[in-house]
């Protein structure tokens, strides 16, 4: 399985924009880049995912790198429930299993 | 949004006695489910992936004969920790992909378990 590789923790503030990045050099052609974010005590949550092009949705934004080797999920404006663990992870086009790193710790400071 | 419900959301147990948790997703039917372990300030670790009215594929270090996942149907699936041990108390979650879906998957709020 190709792997993804992002910072131990983030450190953002309330209301501005917050850019996870997430390098993944190994990732195939069929490859899926999602992202999931799990809060404490909790099962993880869809938040985003695409192949090639930027992808938009009503809880982030994604963008890829053209060569696809890096991605970054972008959160416009940080709110305190925005803190948790961000995962990225790539999903084989084929169903896939869905193997979690270590992910990114977003703290958000009010 | 797709809703995947696990149960129980936490369980005591002694030492020696099984424990089923259920996995269910609640409006839309489910192909394939996930049974996820996460040790505490570690990330989720896959232990099989199920298929509705098939075996289960267990990832390697995990016991099939202990950790017993039956999907059967496609709304259910169930995770029977057989004679537990202290060292099996972890966070049991499952995931769910919806049958005609874009490739996300469901998660459900996780099953703590604690074996005394």
């Known amino acids: 399985d190709a792997k993804t590789t992002q910072p131990n923790s983030m450190e953002s503030n309330e209301e501005e924009p917050v850019h996870l990045p997430c390098n993944h050099s190994t990732i195939s052609g069929t490859d899926y880049i999602h992202w999931y974010r799990q809060l404490p005590s909790q099962g993880p949550e869809y938040v985003i995912h695409g192949l090639t092009s930027n992808v938009n949705n009503r809880m982030a934004s994604l963008a890829i790198a053209e060569d696809r080797k890096s991605s970054t999920l972008i959160l416009h404006r940080a709110t305190l429930r925005d803190a948790a663990v961000y995962y990225c992870i790539l999903r084989p086009l084929i169903q896939g299993n869905l193997i979690f790193g270590k992910g990114t710790k977003l703290s958000v400071k009010p | 949004g797709a809703v995947v419900s696990q149960h129980p959301s936490w369980v005591i147990c002694k030492s020696g006695t099984s424990v089923k948790i259920e996995c269910r997703s609640l409006?839309?039917?489910?192909?394939?489910m996930f049974w996820y372990r996460q040790f505490p300030k570690q990330s989720l670790m896959l232990m099989a992936t199920?298929?509705?009215?098939?075996?289960?594929?267990?990832e390697q270090g995990v016991e099939k004969d202990k950790f017993l996942i039956n999907h059967a149907s496609l709304t259910l699936s169930t995770l029977t920790v057989t004679s537990a041990h202290p060292e099996d108390s972890s966070f049991y979650i499952c995931?769910?992909?919806?049958?005609?879906?874009?490739?996300?998957?469901?998660f459900g709020e996780g099953s703590r378990l604690t074996v005394l």
């Open positions: 995931s769910a992909e919806r049958r005609e879906g874009t490739g996300e998957l469901f």
């Open positions: 409006d839309f039917q489910a192909t394939t």
């Open positions: 199920s298929n509705e009215g098939s075996k289960a594929t267990y």
